[in-house]
Each structure stands twice: as C-alpha cells, then as structure tokens.
C-alpha cells in the first residue's frame, strides 16, 4: 500500500522542498502532496519532487482528509502562524485530521518547544525521514 505524505509549507517553500528532496531519496513507494500557502512554496516543492501540488486554504484541508501522514513546521498547527499563512481553518484540519503529524520545530512560527534541542532544520527533517521509514 502507498503512503500518501501531505507536505505542507509556506513562505519561499524552502523546508517543504528540503524535505521533499529527503522524501524521494530515501523512501520508495510514496504519494507526496505538496501544499503551499502560497504559489511559490507550491512551486519549489513540485520542482522538488512533489507528485501533485495545491495552493491555499481549501487544498490544506482537502488534502488532510487524504493524508497517511502530515509534515510540516510547527506552525502549521497553530491559526495565524507563519506571519497569518496559517488561517484558522488550515490549523483546524491539521491538528484534527486522523493523519500522524510530524511537526519540525522552528522559532520563527511564533512557537517555541521547551526541552528541543537547537538543532539546525535539516537535521530535524532527517528525523522525520527516519520516523517515516522506521515507524515504531
């Protein structure tokens, strides 16, 4: 059975790619959807490797209904996040879709996690890829 991955980015797109790219090196049979808050994160995640891309807040929570699993800044789960990318309806569907989350820890959503350790993004996104092809 394929894993259907919904990545979920805004801004330029620059994590959502990043973790495209790890996606498609290291895991083989998955569906990745990528979803921007807006067009250019769209399109840096498709030119990642994305096998479709949506924009804006319909295609977020479309998109969770059809999810295996959820990856994404923090942010994602939290209204207004992202300088207001995230609206309360895209946080809505997020944090209530049945999809496992995985959430990337970043100050600049406005969240802050006690007790994660200050580790450059990439080295988050490689635990995520591990969690993603070694589920406990």
Do not use: W
Not at 4 to 32: F, H, P, T, W, Y
Not at 121 to 126: A, C, E, L, T
Request: charge should be neutral.
């Amino acid at each position: 059975m394929i894993m259907n991955i919904l990545v979920i980015d805004g801004m330029g797109g620059g994590i959502g790619k990043a973790v495209i790219e790890q996606l498609r090196s290291a895991c083989g049979d998955v569906r990745i959807m990528a979803v921007g808050t807006n067009s250019l994160a769209t399109s840096a995640m498709i030119k990642a490797g994305a096998d479709f891309g949506a924009t804006g807040e319909n295609a977020v929570i479309y998109n969770c209904a059809r999810a295996d699993c959820v990856i994404g800044v923090i942010g994602i789960c939290f209204a207004n996040a992202m300088h207001g990318e995230i609206s309360p309806r895209m946080a809505e569907a997020v944090s209530s879709c049945a999809a496992h989350k995985f959430l990337i820890p970043m100050d600049k959503c406005s969240v802050t996690v006690a007790g994660v350790a200050d580790k450059p993004i990439q080295s988050y996104i490689s635990d995520v890829i591990e969690k993603i092809k070694r589920p406990d």
